[in-house]
Each structure stands twice: as structure tokens, then as C-alpha cells.
């Protein structure tokens, strides 16, 4: 993982004296005293020896830990076995707070120079507490459900602090419009069983009448029921599912991917309009990531409902955005330095390595030092290729022993060769194959996907590399018994402006790789805002350190304090405070991350705009909670 370390060490004389010391730390800014009271009882002490090592380089990264007391240094081990010092904690510091949403591993190790006392805060506490304060949940961010009841999982690719908005399955007309042969059969087999002069014969008609158009409309009504589209207010799912053939399909596109919606009723069916179905368009800015809707119910008040659902998202985006700029600023106004950027300075540039034990000779899945995970096709791809060339060399070897042991010696002078030939023909054909399959890889990281395709004897090397921010639509096909059984199957990202999508061929879990790819997309855009909140930082620093002889007025930091103080205590939005969110956001839509943004020309638009138009309005339009539809709210209501 990339560690961070953040606070200030005066903080560290106040620590277990009483909470207010955690304001100090930005990634508790938004908190207020009963807020902070409560992660103060969440946190866990451990106290460490000089010499003694805290987290070990290549470990599972638990929790955020904040130093209470003491020093300690952080390190990485290189390939050779030196050690590269990066940065030294003191007390009020803090460290590997992304690990408190989601897994990951430490990308380098921290050790205690002095007794260290450290306060933990572990990733399961940290969640119980979200689950059971909805307020706290809001205050980082999240969103809780309407009723504040924690959030539960209700289908396999939720996210933990996702919430669901609309399910639905097809109109019901679309099972309808299958069960009418079934339906007909089954008179059409009473009158041959009437008909029939023999009583046994009609009986045996008569049963099988009611049990074969049974069996088939309890499977159309499966297959109906298992197709659903879910809405989240992060994402729209599509789930495919076929019976018989084991087949399962996954369409996701994030709400930030969403350009336009549209619906239809189908012209050339008359029913569409009599029953109030049809088909919703949702359109990305590549064409091969748009996902069609079919035989949707009420697709006006589906399409409205997901245009609401967009803003929604805009509105809860733009309030991060500007928590984390607000946090920035209040770090520089403390004075405080830019230690993910020095952190991030000091990383060394070596190359990451496996991590023990996930790195086995067939291993499908490799966790890195880095935190990219490699992935390579599944092993069964390696046993169909590498079948042949195994039993050639079995067949040879087996030839080579039974032509010394039991075949004459004139024979054995043609037998001998042949099956020596064979043996290295079939060791050079396993070699070939084998190294196929394991130079075949698949890249996730936090920015790129990368596939490599390889062939030895330096016949093809091909490095295909993909931003993640342009996966416009990511799908998982899980298709046929073995598939279904071995648990592999295609990932296909549909990319912006690109002609033909991008695959993942027969992979192990593609379901757990599709949820790995939107994983790192939701956890772009909050990367993305903190660089640039970063950059906002360097510019309005460099601007008014210029402007004033390279120091702040105290003029200066006393507006932006009390901008900052208004705006936290009242939940306004100041002018500046407006420009600074306008300018975070533009930036973090903008694919070009290294251009200058200028902030201080967005300061002055914004104090101009202030005396005539109070900025800090809300628009309830905008910040209202997108509603269910009718039949999902009296669904809620009966649960």
C-alpha cells in the first residue's frame, strides 16, 4: 500500500489527555467532540521497545496506527537486503489510514528508535463504528441507508458502503409471453388422455399433463426471476442468469461513466404501451460501454429516478472534494508540511516483488509488494495445453526404459534414438507451453491495468496499457459446466473511444476481478481529489507567499480560519470555500492530473460573485435523496 504519514508532533503532548487532539489529525477534521469521542474509545494502545519492529514490509496492513509517544523510523528493504530510511514518525503522527477501507499490504516497514507507545485503530472497529453511527458514516462521507440501519449485503457484488435504490426485474409480461406454450400443451395432453380408451395409459397422459407444463413454468419463472437490474448510488448492475446453461453474466457502469439516458416502447410490440414496459439506454461516453435495458417497467419513472440518482452522486462527490480540500487548507494554515508528498519523494524506485506465499508454481493470482495483483489464466488452461507434451514425454521416457531393458540390441539402435528425439520433442514442446501460460499476465494496479501477452524465443512481446479512469463498463461471463464448476471465465472492459474491448481470457473468479477493476475505479476519484488538493495547496502557497513577501498575513489566515470554522460549524459554503470545491472538482474530471490549476484567479471570480448571490445556499433540488421506486418502497416498508 502507499503509506502517509500525517499530524503534528505537538500534537503528541496532548495525546490521552482528553479528544480535542484528534481534530489535529485531517483525517478527523469533520469530526465533532461526541464523533471524536467515540474513535478515542475505539482506539487500542501497544506499546513497543527501542529496536522493536512494529509492522514488518510485505504484512497485511490492519488499521491505522497514530503514535501516542515516542519515535519511530520507516524503512524499505531493498532486494539485496539494505535498508532505505524514508521518514521518521513522532508522537501526534499518523499512518496507513487507506487501510482502514479496504485490504492491502505494507509497502515498508516501521520500527521504534525509542519506546514507542502506538494507538490502533483497527479496519473491523473502525467499520462497527460506521455501522452503528449513521452520523459518523456521513461524517467520512458514506452513506447510510434512509432508515439508519447499517448497511447489509444483498447481493454478491455490493460494496460494504454502498446502498441500493432500485431493484428491479423485467416486466412481468416477458415471462408471460414464454409460458404461453406450456400453458397450451397442457389441454391439448387432457384431451388425448380423455381420448385414450385405456385407463392406465390415460392416467400415465393425464400425470404427465400436469408435471412436464409444471416443471417448464417453474423454470420460465426461474429464468425470469434470476435476470435483475440493480441501481446503487454508485453504480448500475445488470445479472444475467441461464439455467441450463450455466451461464452468468455481470454488467456494471459507474454512475461517473453515465452521459446520457434514454428510453423507448419497442414499435413493433403492441403490448409495450398497454402494459407500460420498455427499453432504457444508459449511454457512456464509449459506445461499447453502453448498456441496454430490456423490458423495463415504467421506463419513465426508471429513467427519472436514475437522472436523480447521477445528481445524487455529483452532490455527495463534490461535498468530499471539498472536505478534503477544507482539511488541506486547515494543514497548511497549522503549518504543517506536505508529508504524503515527501513520503511519496522518498519511496524507492525498486521493482516490486511477489509476496511469500502467494507466489507458487501454478499460482493464478500473485499479490505484489506494491500492491498490484497479477493475475494469470486459470490452471486448467495450463493443464490443456501442457496434456500432450506431458504424455510424449511419459510415452518417450517409458520407451527409453523398456527399449534397454527388454528389446534386443539390434532394435534398440533405432528404438533408443526415436524415443530420445521424442522426449526432447515433448520437453521442448512443455517448455514452450508453460511458458505461454505463465508469461500471459494480467496487472491490476491503483492507476493502470496492464495486459502482457509473451512468447519465447523472443517471437511476440506485446504490453497493452490501460488508464482505469477510461473503463467506461466492466462484465464478467461465467458460461458452461466446467466453468461453472472450475469457477473461471471471461472479464471484458469496454473502454472510452476504443473499437473493440479489452479482455481478461479465462481467468480464475472473474466475478472477484470485475469487483477488484470497480474497486480501484471508486477509489480513483478520492486519489485523484487529495493529489489535487495537494496542488491547489503548492499554487494558493505559492501565490500568497509572493504576493506578501513569502509569508501569510495574518489578515489572510484569519479569513481562510474563519471561513473554514463558519463553514464547519454551520455546514455552509463560503465564496472561497465554493472556489476552492469548484476548482478540486474540475480538477479531478480532468484527465490531464499535471497542469497548473489557477486557483487564485477562481478566488477572486468567487469574492466578486459573493455580494450578489449567497453562495452558501443549498439546492434541495440537488441534494435530495433520490426516491425508490413505488413498488421498492412498500418492499422496504414490509421488511
Request: net charge neutral; proline share 5%; with cysteine.
Amino acid at each position: 500500500m502507499l503509506y502517509s504519514t500525517r499530524g503534528s508532533p505537538a500534537t503528541g503532548r496532548r495525546v490521552m489527555q482528553d479528544n480535542t487532539w484528534l481534530e489535529s489529525i485531517p483525517f478527523f477534521s469533520g469530526l465533532g467532540p461526541a464523533q471524536l469521542s467515540l474513535i478515542a474509545g475505539a482506539l487500542e494502545p501497544e506499546s513497543y521497545r527501542a529496536g522493536e519492529d512494529i509492522f514488518l514490509q510485505g504484512q497485511p496492513a490492519n488499521g491505522m496506527l497514530i503514535l501516542a509517544a515516542g519515535e519511530a523510523l520507516l524503512f524499505h528493504t531493498e532486494a539485496d537486503g539494505s535498508q532505505l530510511a524514508l521518514a521518521t514518525l513522532s508522537a501526534g503522527q499518523h499512518i496507513n489510514h487507506e487501510a482502514l477501507y479496504s485490504e492491502a499490504v505494507q509497502s515498508a516497514s516501521l520500527r521504534a528508535a525509542q519506546p514507542v507507545t502506538v494507538l490502533k485503530l483497527s479496519r473491523a472497529g473502525f467499520q462497527r463504528l460506521l455501522n452503528e453511527q449513521p452520523a459518523l458514516r456521513s461524517a467520512f462521507g458514506q452513506v447510510d441507508s434512509a432508515s439508519g440501519a447499517p448497511v447489509s449485503l444483498q447481493f454478491a457484488e455490493q460494496r460494504e458502503d454502498e446502498e441500493i435504490l432500485i431493484r428491479a426485474h423485467r416486466h412481468w409480461w416477458s415471462f408471460v409471453r414464454t409460458a404461453w406454450l406450456p400453458l397450451m400443451l397442457m389441454p391439448a395432453m387432457w384431451l388425448g388422455a380423455f381420448s385414450l380408451e385405456t385407463q392406465a395409459l390415460s392416467l400415465i397422459l393425464f400425470g404427465l399433463s400436469i408435471l412436464l407444463p409444471g416443471l417448464a413454468l417453474v423454470y420460465f419463472y426461474l429464468e425470469w426471476r434470476n435476470d435483475s437490474v440493480i441501481v446503487t448510488d454508485q453504480r448500475i448492475i445488470r445479472i444475467n442468469r441461464t439455467i441450463l446453461a450455466l451461464y452468468r453474466q455481470v454488467t456494471q457502469v459507474g454512475l461517473e461513466s453515465v452521459h446520457e439516458i434514454n428510453f423507448e416502447f419497442p414499435p413493433s410490440d403492441p403490448f409495450a404501451r398497454l402494459f407500460r414496459y420498455g427499453t432504457v439506454i444508459v449511454k457512456t461516453a464509449g459506445a461499447q460501454g453502453n448498456l441496454e435495458l430490456d423490458f423495463m417497467p415504467n421506463p419513465e419513472q426508471f429513467q427519472k429516478l436514475i437522472i436523480e440518482d447521477r445528481a445524487y452522486f455529483e452532490s455527495r462527490r463534490a461535498q468530499r472534494h471539498h472536505k478534503i480540500m477544507r482539511a488541506e487548507m486547515q494543514r497548511w494554515l497549522a503549518g504543517d508540511s506536505d508529508d504524503d508528498a515527501a513520503a511519496t519523494a522518498a519511496a524507492p524506485d525498486s521493482p516490486p516483488r511477489p509476496l511469500r506465499g502467494s507466489n507458487g508454481y501454478l499460482s493464478s493470482r500473485i499479490l505484489m509488494s506494491n500492491g498490484d495483483i497479477v493475475f494469470r489464466k486459470h490452471v486448467s488452461v495450463w493443464a490443456q495445453h501442457t496434456a500432450l507434451p506431458i504424455l510424449v514425454i511419459l510415452v518417450s521416457l517409458a520407451a527409453l526404459l523398456l527399449s534397454a531393458a527388454f528389446i534386443s540390441a539390434d532394435m534398440r539402435i533405432v528404438a533408443m534414438p526415436v524415443a530420445f528425439v521424442g522426449l526432447l520433442v515433448g520437453c521442448l514442446a512443455y517448455y514452450w507451453m508453460d511458458w505461454d501460460w505463465r508469461n500471459d499476465l494480467y496487472i491490476i494496479s491503483d492507476d493502470t491495468i496492464t495486459l502482457v501477452h509473451k512468447r519465447p524465443f523472443f517471437l511476440q512481446s506485446l504490453r497493452d496499457q490501460i488508464l482505469v479512469e477510461r473503463i467506461d463498463n466492466v462484465e464478467s461471463v461465467t458460461s458452461g459446466f466446467f466453468a461453472a464448476l472450475m469457477k473461471y471465465g471471461d472479464v471484458r472492459m469496454s473502454l472510452v473511444g476504443a473499437d473493440e474491448p479489452k479482455m481478461f481470457h479465462r481467468v480464475s473468479n472473474p466475478q472477484k476481478i470485475q469487483q477488484e477493476i470497480s474497486r480501484r475505479q471508486h477509489n480513483k476519484s478520492e486519489r485523484r481529489a487529495k493529489y489535487d488538493a495537494r496542488q491547489q495547496r503548492q499554487i494558493l502557497d505559492e501565490y500568497l507567499g509572493g504576493a506578501n513577501g513569502g509569508t501569510l498575513t495574518a489578515n489572510a489566515a484569519a479569513a481562510l480560519q474563519s471561513s473554514g470554522a463558519a463553514g464547519h460549524s454551520a455546514g455552509a459554503v463560503s465564496a472561497d470555500e465554493a472556489a476552492l470545491n469548484e476548482g478540486a472538482i474540475r480538477a479531478a474530471s480532468n484527465p490531464d492530473r499535471n497542469r497548473p490549476p489557477r486557483l487564485p484567479r477562481k478566488i477572486m471570480a468567487a469574492a466578486r460573485r459573493e455580494t450578489s448571490a449567497n453562495a452558501g445556499t443549498k439546492n434541495p433540488a440537488r441534494d435530495r435523496r433520490p426516491q425508490r421506486l413505488r413498488s421498492e418502497r412498500r418492499d422496504h416498508d414490509s421488511a
